[in-house]
């Protein structure tokens, strides 16, 4: 007997992954997750966009729009920083690591990302190209020598939860 050929690739396992973790943010607009990857292929960390840790996520300003201060944007942790924040092994293990995400980062999470040691970026959307912050994230991935490239499969996954009888 053959093996099976119709297994996912480690590209799409690990976007699956992201996209998983995109499900666990509360935020009513924009899931996003991220999940970085080391250069054997093991899982090192994980993340999502939501609220920082002890902020009431019934109390949080989940709003797009009004005064800065009783909005989102103000206070939400980006997926990319907290799957970097949430590793809980050596810094050095980050080094020549991949992340994968479902939106090309921000301009802060690229220096976060550049700073973490990780070398490639595999993203989903590129949801705000020609934006100010969008142009300085692929400057500044550009100039200290990490790739990134749009993720691409025709392979649609579907993840039943239930439990299997």
Known sequence: MDKRSDYIKWDEYFMAIAKLSAERSKDPNTQVGACIVSNDNRILACGYNGAPNGFDDDDF?????????????????????????????????????????????CNECAKAIIQSGIKKVIYASDKYNGTESNMASKKLFSECGVDYVKFSSDKKIEIDLTEKE
């Open 61 to 105: 300003p989940w709003k797009r729009e009004g005064n800065p201060l009783n909005t989102k944007y103000m206070y939400v942790c980006h997926a990319e920083l907290n799957a970097i924040l949430n590793y809980r092994g050596f810094r050095k293990d980050f080094e020549g690591a991949r992340i994968y995400v479902e939106l090309f980062p």
